[in-house]
């Protein structure tokens, strides 16, 4: 009765609807009026400005990446193409570093990248950004979580130190603010500087903090190798210690030595999740990471950021020791591809070459090419690191509590993104890899429970009410795909190409997608998570 009544803004019609439940799918139209899904059933007798005719394609809600990486490039290039063009609304962001708090040590930190993208920061706290982002009209909704390392770089800067009472009450404070202003959670990412100085009672304490307001702790866990236990145990005593719900980022196992073993850490986290500990991991359908190539020198290097680094690298003693320790933790160099570079000419010279035939190239042992090439782009350089097995990769893909991430910032075949030279084809393909290489060629699992996995899994984490369902009143954020077609198409060797199969993409209400092209739409928004 209410939908005969109601004149919709857009109907898509006669789609197969998979809801985000996991339950089977169903036959049914789906009505939006404004920024809202207003009625889901037969509308074939209602009244639209625009109807679409599906011809049998999924209606899913739109997509949740739990790891985007987008704050800053969302300001840059808010078109997002590459999320949009995976059916991605939603994005997470903030791995132990995030947009706020800001102050004038970090910014010169990041000045490299900062000056190549002409960006200036011109905000001190969340509200601050949030208000940039919303001037900068970004295509997808942002939520963001305030980095644990970040608060310690403003309190305590760069250096390998531990916080006073005063200090960590002052980083608190931080973090409370964060999330007066809309931060979902904390999070921490140990493996990388300032992140990796912080012992477990400050991130507990930040932790708890965070949870004060209903916020979650996320991590990239202190080992994701040989410590993985440890670090593991070291994330449950924060949740655990600090009352907070625990989000695992980029759930895997790295090293060939290690591969298969991927089993025994889901069955420990069964084990606390039937404890009472509420953890919940994603995942990227990838067997290669992604991550900065200085993150292979070891933490003392980074101690003071990255002109205190480059002061280290031309002192011979110093970085004799570092090549040492180097060595003895490299592993294989032709698992270390390089992906992108601020500095041209490293970019154009190395982009697309695996470590082994750089050091060729240069006629050095492959430790000291590595920390020739950080030293020419001052730490600027990525890489994918070949570190896990596709049977691991299965294995953390199957666990019902994990979700899908990206782990990847927005960008676009063209634009300033794509200037960098290359990317990890989960930027452009990760979504559409779950939906066709796993779901429809491998059958990992069906259809719905992939949905499930993009959709209502990690929007509950979230806490979204408004979002993740294809239900009467929650917000038209929608993707529309064919399951026959849906396919992606970046590969290691040309990661800049948009997936096929994905035809129309709402966010808000409006169309960002129609007919697999990108209309001038961009209605992302903040999300916030008030307590």
Same mark, same amino acid.
């Given at each position: 009765m209410i939908a005969a009544l109601l004149i919709f803004d857009l109907i898509l019609s006669g789609g197969r609807i998979v809801d985000g439940t996991g339950a089977p799918w169903f036959r049914a139209d789906v009505g939006v009026r404004g920024d809202t899904i207003r009625a889901v059933g037969d509308l074939s007798r209602a009244k639209a400005k625009k109807r679409i005719d599906l011809h049998d394609q999924v209606v899913a809600p739109g997509f949740v990446d739990m790891l985007g990486q987008s704050e800053l490039n969302a300001l840059i290039d808010p078109r997002e193409e590459s999320k949009v063009r995976q059916g991605i609304t939603t994005e997470l962001t903030g791995e132990g570093i995030s947009p706020a708090p800001m102050n004038a040590a970090w910014i010169r930190e990041n000045r490299d990248w900062l000056r190549k993208y002409k960006l200036k920061v011109d905000w001190s706290?969340?509200?601050?950004?949030?208000?940039?982002?919303?001037? +900068? &009209?970004?295509?997808?909704?942002?939520?963001?979580?305030?980095?644990?390392?970040?608060?310690? %770089?403003?309190?305590? %800067?760069?250096?390998?130190?531990?916080?006073?009472?005063?200090?960590?009450?002052?980083?608190? !404070?931080?973090?409370?603010?964060?999330?007066?202003?809309g931060a979902f959670g904390v999070s921490s990412a140990l493996i990388y500087q300032p992140g990796e100085f912080a012992k477990t009672p400050e991130l507990i304490a930040l932790a708890r903090s965070a949870a004060r307001y209903r916020g979650f702790y996320a991590s990239h866990i202190r080992s994701e190798g040989a410590k993985i236990g440890e670090a593991l145990e070291e994330a449950f005593t924060i949740a655990r210690e600090? !009352?907070?719900?625990?989000?695992?980022?980029?759930? !895997?196992?790295? %090293?060939? #030595?290690r591969w298969g073993h991927l089993r025994e850490i889901v069955a420990r986290i069964d084990a606390a999740r039937a404890g009472?500990?509420?953890?919940?991991?994603?995942?990227?359908?990838?067997?290669?990471?992604?991550?900065?190539?200085?993150?292979?020198?070891?933490?003392w290097a980074h101690d003071g950021g990255v002109d205190a680094l480059m002061k280290r690298i031309a002192d011979p003693a110093l970085r004799k020791k570092m090549a040492e320790e180097i060595e003895a933790d490299l592993g294989h160099p032709e698992d270390i591809l390089v992906l992108s570079a601020v500095n041209k000419e490293v &970019?154009?010279?190395?982009? %697309?070459? &695996?470590?082994? #035939?750089? +050091? !060729?190239?240069?006629?050095?042992?492959?430790?000291?090419?590595?920390?020739?090439?950080v030293a020419m782009d001052r730490a600027n350089v990525g890489v994918a690191r070949f570190g896990m097995s596709e049977e691991d990769v299965k294995v953390a893909l199957l666990a019902p509590w994990v979700s899908i991430c990206t782990d990847y910032g927005g960008m676009g075949i063209d634009g300033p993104f794509a200037a960098e030279g290359s990317a990890h084809p989960r930027a452009f393909g990760t979504t559409a890899r779950i939906l066709g290489h796993y779901v429809r060629d491998e059958k990992l699992f069906s259809l719905e429970e992939a949905v499930r996995?993009?959709?209502?899994?990690?929007?509950?984490?979230?806490?979204? #009410?408004? &979002?993740?369902?294809v239900r009467t009143g929650m917000k038209a954020d929608l993707v529309v795909f064919d399951p026959a077609a849906v396919r992606d198409t970046a590969t290691f060797e040309k990661p800049l190409a948009y997936p096929e199969g994905i035809a129309h993409v709402l966010v808000n209400g409006k169309l960002v997608l129609l007919a697999g092209k990108r209309t001038g739409a961009r209605p992302g928004r903040p999300l916030l998570h008030l307590p």
């Open positions: 706290d969340l509200s601050g950004y949030f208000r940039r982002l919303r001037k +900068a &009209r970004p295509s997808i909704n942002e939520a963001v979580l305030v980095g644990a390392a970040q608060v310690r %770089g403003v309190v305590l %800067g760069l250096g390998d130190v531990q916080p006073t009472d005063k200090q960590l009450r002052k980083m608190q !404070k931080l973090v409370e603010s964060a999330m007066k202003q600090a !009352k907070a719900p625990l989000e695992i980022w980029h759930f !895997k196992i790295t %090293g060939r #030595q009472g500990l509420e953890v919940t991991a994603n995942a990227y359908p990838y067997v290669a990471s992604a991550n900065g190539l200085d993150a292979s020198l070891p933490a &970019r154009q010279k190395y982009a %697309g070459k &695996r470590l082994d #035939q750089i +050091a !060729k190239e240069m006629n050095e042992e492959p430790s000291q090419a590595l920390i020739d090439l996995k993009m959709t209502s899994l990690p929007a509950r984490r979230l806490g979204l #009410q408004d &979002r993740g369902l």
